[in-house]
Structures are given as structure tokens and as C-alpha cells.
């Protein structure tokens, strides 16, 4: 089969300057895109989150346009099993014929889909679509699992609605007190100290829980040093003392809450002297923690410190029990947030990627939803699948007996990121067929079976959705360099292959039995093209309409007035009625408009340490690397200030060890070594060794992390487990 319709470039003619975001974090901070000649230069621009500054991640983005690793052609793996040069007609008739394949001899859900939270709202929703309508396969997820599940559900439960700040950024400043829970954004946002800054000449103060002295903590007024995992019963106990101390917002909890009465029944057991035993928190500094946060405005701000563990949930809800108690939530410069991650780590989670949702923030298990989705889809609500798994789940079923046998990947490298790397991988080498799209040729590109070459952000236009549920535009300043296509581009080409209605082999290789709109023989020619879009403004005007009514409505969003305003922030039902910086000023959307409190308790970590693993392992990031690697290693000014991997020790423990700076070491848990030289650090607690995860191969930190996951959320324990510590 030919591929006739090719419509990656953008149609109108292209400037020499474009505004848009950096391709990074959910910082998003602004930036201008100047070309120069040939090269791409990038300038800070003045948002509202970044205020003109950028890290040195986004002022090195513009470097991998045009690096000399970048995928400009498809690969196919050949039969000796190397990775060879292909045209697009080779490659996407090799995925279809793949998957036709796989779901003609194991169904259709032996076919998975996995997102990530970079990919544009434009993206995830036509990739939500694709897993849906063209591929009619329940398994679909994503990286956002790994990156703010736990958060979302937590969200859910207590206030209705999953938005990471319910309140623009700007107001930390207005908070007398901001407490930052498992959170660095001196390393992973850093323009974001800024607000920080400002809060701080206004006579704020700021607290800091980390197992370690990071740059953050560095600059806090009172810095909590907590054992991993036990930021839970800190929680409790910071509501017990507001109890004990009468700090509790009495009118508030019984004007805007429900559910009160067990969790302060609950929070009874957790004595201060107890929790600092645990936790190793003094009293004093607990006291004095609940104090500042009763004293007058205050935010408190969640990351992936607190939300990485296989409790991460109740976590979440435990810090929010204790925002509602003091009557934070929808006080002005007060409230509880999340610190979203990714790029469009907000966006990617409200469109359909999750496995068990639809556009708008939809429940996939919810009739009305089915009906108005598949509505706007054109097809019979009856035929859209039901939930799929959460990301780890999904890809440790991968090739295993019932589990899926192909496996499309846009936009997550998880041979590096997921936990418990090596599983993952042997998992992922099972597989009948590895589809990865990509820019680079990642660690799990590497092992695909095809390999898909797509647009970079200043290639392509779209939609990101912030950190503050602010929804920002992306514009191209270049075309993709010839052989590239975008990931619409490709899900369209793929769509038309799967759809040409061959006997026997519908658009999901189902029997042609089947009922419905969406199956079966003899689909009209040119369906797909329009199921399938691959002007990006044409998806997001469908993404408004399939999100109309749900829980994040984009429907009153243009890009036009994206551009006017300096973003609109979700939910906004109407072209002309207002959009919404700040939630919860006096109802809560629950069925009764009352936020509800949720008793948690506190439990070990999934893994504890033993004799054989006597010491805590955690993980997290450092300034000069994003995520896994992929692009942040490729940057030589990156790769200078973080070469490589390490693993974080304290100089007591590395006495103990017989260590010196520098010595390389070997870092086992029960499920894998990784190898890396020590860094010796006064800042991190003795009982506890650190290191990133941006580096596959030997220092790969996930090859030791444990695979345990949030019984609600599926978000995996990646802030601790046990290890054993030795010198290679
Ligand atoms: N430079 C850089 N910036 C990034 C990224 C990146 O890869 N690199 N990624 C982006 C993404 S996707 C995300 S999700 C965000 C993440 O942003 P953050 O959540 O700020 O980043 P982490 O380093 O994962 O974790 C934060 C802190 O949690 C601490 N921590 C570990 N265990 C515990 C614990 O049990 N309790 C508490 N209270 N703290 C603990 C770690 O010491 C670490 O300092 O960063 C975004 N920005
Ligand atoms: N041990 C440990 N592990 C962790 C974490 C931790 O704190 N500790 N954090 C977790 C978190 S919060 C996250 S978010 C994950 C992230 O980890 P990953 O999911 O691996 O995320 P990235 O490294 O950003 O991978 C994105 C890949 O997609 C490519 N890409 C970028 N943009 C696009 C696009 O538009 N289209 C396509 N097709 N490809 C694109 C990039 O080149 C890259 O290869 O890691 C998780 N893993
Ligand atoms: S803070 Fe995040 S969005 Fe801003 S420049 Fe750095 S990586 Fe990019
Ligand atoms: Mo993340």
C-alpha cells in the first residue's frame, strides 16, 4: 500500500521567530525560537511561570534539531537483526501487517499502546483514539503512571477533579507558609524559584520535607529530614498536633466538608514523639511545621518525594487531610498542589492515554461518557473497549500468556524508566512486534522491531497543558527535515492500512462477524483519513468537542484565545464565558460541592530493610538530565555538567564501607545491580544512598528500584526500596 496522504507540513508559511514553550518539564517554561541561517537560536521569554528565566535545558533544547543522531528515516529490523534503513511505505506496511497478525491469531487486545506525558493534547488524544477506534484494543497507558498518578487519584477523591494547581503559580508568593513535600524544583524547575523568591521578600517562609539537604531544602527556613517513606504518618501527625493545639479550621470543615470525624479519629493514634522515632522528624520541628501552616496563608505542595511509593496515594490524601482541616483549599494564597512533571504531564492524563479514561477527564467505565465520546468518534459506544491496566501491569503482562504481543511506544523510553528495568525489558524482547516512535534512536527504540522517525516541538504545532491546568500553544518555527513525519502523520497512515477492510480482517483483524460501526469488512475508502486527522488545529477542534461536558472541558479554548490571553486554564464550557485560574473558591465539584476527607494510615515501605539489604535506596533527578536520557545526554553542555550516572552517600556510611569518592560501587537489590562511582555528601541522610535515573546500561538505577505499585494508582515505589552497598 501506497501512502497518499502525507500532511506533515504546516500550511501557512512559516516565521522567522516563533513563541512557544520549552519542550521539557510542565514548567513549560516561555521561549522565543529564532532562526539563524541554519541554526536555531533560543531566547527566554517573559510568562507567567518562567518570568524570563530558563534552565539550561531549555537554553540547550534548540541543539537536537539538528544533531547528528537524529532519525530522519525508518528502520526496520532485518532478518539478521540489525536495524536498516526503510521507506515509510516498508515500515508502516510492516506495523499493520504486524498487528493484523497479532490480533487476527490472539484478539484485539493483544495489541498495547504506550503514551507519553510530552506528547502534545493534540497527540494523546488522537493516540487515546487510535488504541480505541483503530486498533479497538483496551491497553493503552503511559509514562504519567510512573509521573503523578497517585497525585490524580488522590485529587479525585478529595476535591472532584484532578488539576495539579488549582491556582496559578504566581500565588505561592501570597502564601505566608509553603511547605514542599518530596519536591526539588531548585534542580527539576528551577525558574520556578522564582515565585519562591518573591514569596520569601514578602515574609513568607518556606519548609522543606526531603530525605536529603538539595538545593531546595538549602534555601528553606526549616528543612524536615525524614526516613523515605514515612512522609505519611508526618502528615498525620502535623493534624494531630493542629488538633491537640485547637489550629483546626472549624467553621471551614463543617461549611465545605464531609468525613472530618474518622480521620480525626484517626490521627488521634499518631503521637509526635512516636512519628519522630519513625520518621526521625523532631517533635519540635513538627510542632513548629503545623504552627506556620495555621498561622495565616499557607500552600502545601506535593511532588514525587511523597507521591513515588507504593502508598503514594494515602500520602497525597494525608497532606490533604491536613490542607482542608487548617481550610487551605480555596483560600486565597492558600490551597494544596501538585507539581505536575512532564511537559504535558497535566494535558496527557486528561485525554484519553490513561487506560481507563476518555477525552475530557472521562471514566471509560461510565455509560454516559461511552455515548457522548463515541458520539464525537462516529462509532457505536458498544464497540469502544473497556479499562486496560496501568503501565506496569500493562508491560510486565507483555508477551506472557494472555498478555499483549505487540506493543506501539510514542513518546516514553521505559527500558530506562520504568521500575524494575530488566524485567521490563526481557518483557519488552518477547514481544511478536516493538513499534517505537521516536527522534532518537533511545534504549527501547534500540530494541524495536520498527522504529518510527517523528517531528521535534519546534517542527510541529499544538497544545501543552501546564503544571496550573493553564493550556499553552506550541508553534512550529521549521518543517520537519525531509524523511520525518509527525506522530498524527503516522497514526493517520497507520489508521488507513488497518481500515481497508481486507475479508476476513477488519480494522481490528476480528472476525468480520462482529457488530457495529466499527468493525469489519468494506469500510468506506477515506474513513480513516477522516477519523484521523493530521492538521493538528482540526484534532483539537475535535478534542473540544469530545471533552465538552467532562471534568476538564477544553471546549471554550481556541488557539486563538490561548494566544491572546498568555494561556486559558481548564475547565472553560464556553468561547466567550471566562476560564478558571483558581478552583475551589466556594464549592468543590462533588456531588455535594463539600471536599471530603479520606483516614489514611501509615505502613512500611513495600520493602524494608534487612541484614542481607541493610540500607534505603532512593531515586530521583539532577539539573543537567531530563527523564531517561534520551535527549539531555545527547547535548554536550548537559553531558558535561552530568556526565553520568553516581550513587549519593553520606561520609559516615562510606567510612563504614571503606569508600572513597569517586571508588566505583555496586548497588544490589533483590532484583538487580547497578554500578556507579560514589559521591560523597554530608546532605543526605546515613541510612539512605541516592542516585538519578537518567542513565541506562550499568548505572541504571531502575535495574535495582522495586516494582511494587499503589494498589490505587498503579504508580510504582520508586523512592524506595533495599539495597546492599559494596565496592566493585
Ligand atoms: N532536571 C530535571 N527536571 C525535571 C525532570 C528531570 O528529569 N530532570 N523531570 C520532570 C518530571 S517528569 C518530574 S515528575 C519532576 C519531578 O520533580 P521532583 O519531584 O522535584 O523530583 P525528584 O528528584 O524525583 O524528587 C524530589 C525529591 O524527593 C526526595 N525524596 C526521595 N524519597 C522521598 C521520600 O520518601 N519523602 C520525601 N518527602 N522526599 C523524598 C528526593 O530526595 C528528591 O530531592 O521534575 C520535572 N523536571
Ligand atoms: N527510578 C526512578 N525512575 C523514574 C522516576 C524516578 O523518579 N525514579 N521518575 C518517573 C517519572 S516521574 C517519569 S515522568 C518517567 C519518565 O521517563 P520516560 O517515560 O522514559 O520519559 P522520557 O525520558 O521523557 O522519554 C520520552 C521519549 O520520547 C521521545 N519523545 C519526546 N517527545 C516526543 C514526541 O512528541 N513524540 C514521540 N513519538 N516521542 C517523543 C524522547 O526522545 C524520549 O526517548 O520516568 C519515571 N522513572
Ligand atoms: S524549567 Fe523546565 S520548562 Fe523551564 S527551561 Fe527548564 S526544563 Fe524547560
Ligand atoms: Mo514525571
Known sequence: MTDGARAATPPVALPREAETHCPYCALQCGMVLRAE??????????????????????WTAAELLDHPERLTTPLLRDASGELRPATWDAALDRVAAGIRAVQSGHGRDAVAVFGGGGLTNEKAYALGKFARVALRTRHIDYNGRWCMSSAAAAGIRAFGVDRGLPFPLADLARADTLLLVGANPAETMPPLLRHLTDQRQRGGRLIVVDPRVTATARQADLHLQPLPGTDLAVANALLHIALTEGLVDKAYVDARTTGFEQVR??????????????SGVPVADLEATARALAGGSAIILTARGA????????????FVNLALALGLPGRPGSGYGCLTGQGNGQGGREHGQKSDQLPGYRKID??????????????????????GVPAYRLLDSLGTPGGPRAMLVFGSNPVVSAPRAARVTERLRGLDLLVVADFLLSETAALADVVLPV???????????????????????????????TDLDILAGLAARLDDGEPGTGPAGTPTTTTGTGAAAAQPAGRAARQFPTDPRVVFAELRRASAGGPAD???ITWERIERDEGVFWPCPDPDGPDAPRLFADRFPTPDGRARFHPVTHRPAAEEVCAEYP???????VLAQYQSGTQTRRVAALRRAAPGGFVELHPDLADRLGVDEGDELVVTSRRGELRAPARLSPTIRPDTVFAPFH????????????????????????????????KA
Open 37 to 58: 541561517g541554519d541554526r536555531v537560536e533560543v531566547l527566554p521569554r517573559q510568562f507567567p511561570t518562567n518570568r524570563g528565566g530558563l534552565c539550561q535545558k531549555g
Open 265 to 278: 479519629r484517626t490521627v488521634a493514634g499518631y503521637w509526635p514523639a512516636e512519628v519522630e522515632r519513625l
Open 307 to 318: 507521591e513515588q511509593h507504593a502508598k503514594g496515594v494515602d500520602t497525597v490524601s494525608a
Open 366 to 387: 461510565d455509560p454516559a461518557a461511552r455515548a457522548h465520546v463515541a458520539g464525537v468518534w462516529g462509532v457505536d459506544p458498544d464497540d469502544l473497549p473497556g479499562p
Open 455 to 485: 517531528a521535534q516541538w519546534a517542527e510541529e504545532e499544538g497544545t501543552m497543558t501546564n503544571l496550573e491546568g493553564r493550556v499553552l500553544r506550541r508553534q512550529a518555527l521549521r518543517r520537519p527535515p525531509p524523511g520525518v513525519r
Open 554 to 556: 477544553y471546549a471554550g
Open 615 to 621: 540500607l534505603h535506596f532512593t531515586t530521583g533527578r
Open 695 to 726: 542513565w541506562g546500561g550499568a548505572a541504571r538505577a531502575n535495574s535495582v528500584t522495586n516494582d511494587a505499585t499503589d494498589p490505587v494508582s498503579g504508580m510504582p515505589e520508586f523512592k524506595i526500596c533495599a539495597v546492599r552497598v559494596e
